[in-house]
């Protein structure tokens, strides 16, 4: 990795902190050399400031470390704050010099054992705040889903302890805030804003097993035809060299959606565009697409997949393929009937 | 820092799809076109007639090609008169626009220029003229050395940007426009990448040897020389320094991409046709990569897979999409390093 520029180091606000603390370090060695009493209070301010410091320095270096992906300084930078906290912990009971034997210590001891307990909720709730807002996972606007609860909306109102979503069913759900903190919970707002690949769709298709087959000559020659191709354009997505005789149709037809595909205008190569045949049943072989569709409006994503349905539906016979519905009863009847 | 100006002449270097080297008269017409060009370019944006078909006006047709992107929905329009009814194969030799003639002609075609051939010069014609005597008295008050030297520090310092953009390599591809992350990938590695003596642009033994190392290098040259234009365009407004080419990033980028596939067809790439795109789709991962370098390497047939549209890019190669961000991000960094 290349030397990290000083000029982090150095960052603007953090170098204010760092010479507030050096003039804080001064007065107190000043103090302490000439035998003045040295308060608590600005022992604590100093070391609050040092472990700050750390701290800021650190979130610093770990975003800088995290444009690239093998980069080793992050563990370090969180090691460092751990360390830090430990340093301000010790430093806080030899400031105050806590120690079992003073009678202060239990009655804060016991007081603060049962505020943690009747507050726990707002104190988990005003920690989950801190992380979400600073690390800017949930903004209001945001479109979350929150599985445990069945919310799946637009963040309204961030509180302390609460989050108010406004549903798509035009509902409203208030969740605690350290929900989000302890449970699972998506946030969707990248991907609706198009900032990612795209929206996935996640198709699968039966395909009767019956209708799969290799080609005849007949087959291979309609399908490579002038006519044919003048209406359906099937050579722009297919070499023409695997149309030939006993070439197995859902080979050619898996070939051709993919190839169709990578050509659209609206789908993404990226990260992944799959057309692939999975698992055969005993109704018949599962067609699976997964692709991803560059937009930033619901219904454009939803339009598109409805689009993707209607395509395969339609060019699926082009091969000799079959979609596979379970017969109804009454065609059972009619096949009765017919018995 | 003005005292080490790198005076260089790169276009000597350049060759054609058959490995030799263009002729001094064509060398010559590029240099003269392109100091005219970038002196006529450098107001607003305006459409141009070039009026006569002569190598040197053909010259200055490749040049105002390579110039004119500016942030706009609008194309400029550039307009060559000519009464030579083979003028378009003319302009698809290697020394003017090449494969742009063709590029320009396909349906859809979203280029920031449109190419319109006409007999006579309309009347009324409301932009630039540029004339063959215009480019003669322009060039003739010029000092030999500004007209056939390049001062190639930009193009030295865009280089630089390109190899920081290929170290930072956990950017949101696909959220490109998230400047957050480029400015600071600038701000931490700014130091270790433009500070220093400024290089000379030209290897001798190695741009003898390998003519895509020189297209490359003459590619950084066309769009350092965009740099200024772009300044100019920024100016203006209360916003800071580095904050308005930040909010204008995404105009910046398509611009520049725009700039780039035409920069790319003119100096003989082509877009990839239909087998070569039946092969590569049935390829994956670092398979699908090779082939591409493949298809970009070859000198005698040079093919590139981002020669398309912005929108297409981004579900096409989308790691890509990072090189013009950050390049559009840099540029006040490296004019201020130039005039430091």
């Known amino acids: 990795m290349k030397r990290i520029g000083k000029k982090w180091l150095i960052h603007g606000y953090w170098l204010v902190v760092a010479m507030l603390l050096i003039a804080l370090l001064a007065v107190i060695a000043w103090r302490s050399f000439n035998n003045y009493s040295i308060s608590p209070w600005l022992s604590l301010l100093t070391l609050t400031m040092f472990v700050g410091l750390v701290w800021g320095v650190c ?6 470390f995290s444009l690239r992906k093998q980069e080793g300084g992050i563990t370090w930078c969180q090691i460092l704050i751990l360390c830090s906290i430990g340093i301000w912990i010790a430093g806080v009971v030899w400031i105050f010099q806590i ?23 707002k104190i988990k709730g005003v920690v989950t705040f801190i992380h979400l807002r600073a690390h800017h996972l949930l903004n209001i606007g945001d479109w979350v889903r929150v599985p445990k609860y069945n919310v799946d909306g637009e963040v309204r109102r961030v509180t302390l302890t609460t989050v108010t979503i406004y549903n798509w069913d035009t509902t409203t759900s208030n969740i605690p805030i350290s929900t989000l903190h302890a449970d699972h919970f998506v946030n969707v707002q990248y991907m609706a804003e198009g900032k990612t690949y795209g929206w996935r769709i996640d198709k699968t298709f039966l395909v009767d097993t019956e209708s799969v087959h290799t080609l005849s000559k007949e087959e291979a020659e309609m399908l490579k035809s002038e006519e044919f191709n003048k209406q359906h354009n099937i050579l722009e997505y297919l070499p023409e060299d695997e149309i030939k005789e006993g070439a197995l149709n859902a080979r050619l037809y898996r070939l051709y959606l993919h190839h169709y595909l990578m050509n659209q205008p609206d789908v993404s190569q990226m990260p992944r565009l799959l057309v692939q045949w999975l ?55 009619i096949e009765e009937a017919n018995v | 820092m003005n005292k080490n100006i790198v005076r260089e002449s790169p276009f000597e270097y350049l060759k054609d799809r058959n490995g030799n080297k263009f002729s001094e008269e064509t060398v010559k017409n590029w240099y003269k076109a392109r100091v005219y060009v970038l002196d006529r370019l450098s107001g607003d944006q305006q459409d141009v007639l070039i009026d006569g078909d002569s190598p040197l006006m053909l010259s200055v047709a490749r040049h105002v090609a390579l110039y004119a992107h500016f942030i706009s929905k609008k194309p400029t329009v550039i307009t060559l008169v000519s009464q030579n009814d083979n003028i378009e194969d003319e302009l698809r030799k290697e020394e003017y626009l090449c494969n742009l003639v063709d590029y320009l002609k396909r349906p859809g075609c979203d280029l920031d220029i449109e190419l319109n051939i006409v007999k006579e010069a309309p009347d009324g014609f409301q932009g630039i003229i540029m004339t063959e005597k215009d480019v003669n008295d322009f060039i003739n008050n010029k000092k030999p050395e500004d007209v056939y030297t390049i001062d190639t520090r930009k193009a030295v310092l865009a280089e630089k940007i390109y190899e920081l953009g290929a170290l930072i390599d956990n950017l949101p591809a696909e959220d490109i426009h998230c400047t957050k992350r480029y400015a600071m990938a600038l701000e931490a590695y700014e130091y270790d990448f433009l500070r220093g003596e400024i290089h000379p642009l030209i290897d001798k033994a190695q741009w003898e040897s390998n003519p895509i190392k020189v297209k490359n290098s003459v590619s950084s040259i066309y769009s350092a020389d965009c740099f200024e234009s772009r300044a100019r365009a920024m100016k203006g407004g209360k916003k800071g320094r580095y904050e308005i080419w930040e909010q204008n990033n995404e105009a910046l980028s398509i611009s520049e991409h725009a700039r780039w596939v035409v920069e790319r067809l003119i100096m003989g790439y082509r877009p990839i046709n239909r087998n070569e795109r039946l092969e590569y789709e049935i390829l994956f991962g670092q398979k699908r990569l090779d082939y591409f370098k493949k298809l970009k390497s070859n000198p005698h047939d040079l093919v590139h897979i981002d020669i398309c549209s912005y929108r297409d890019l981004r579900r096409i190669d989308p790691n890509s999409l990072k090189y013009d961000s950050f390049l559009m991000l840099a540029i006040p960094r490296i004019l201020n390093k130039i005039n430091e």
């Open chain 1, 59 to 64: 979130g610093d270096l770990t975003n800088i």
């Open chain 1, 99 to 121: 120690h079992k034997s003073s009678s202060s210590t239990i009655v804060f001891g016991v007081i603060g054992g049962l505020m943690t307990v009747v507050f726990q909720d």
């Open chain 1, 279 to 333: 698992d055969q049943q005993k109704e018949g072989i599962q067609l699976h697409l997964y692709v991803f569709i560059i937009t930033n409006n619901l219904d454009d994503f939803d339009w598109h997949q409805s689009l993707l349905v209607e395509y395969v539906m339609q060019s699926i016979g082009w091969f000799g393929l079959r979609l596979y519905q379970l017969p109804m009863s009454f065609d059972e009847m």
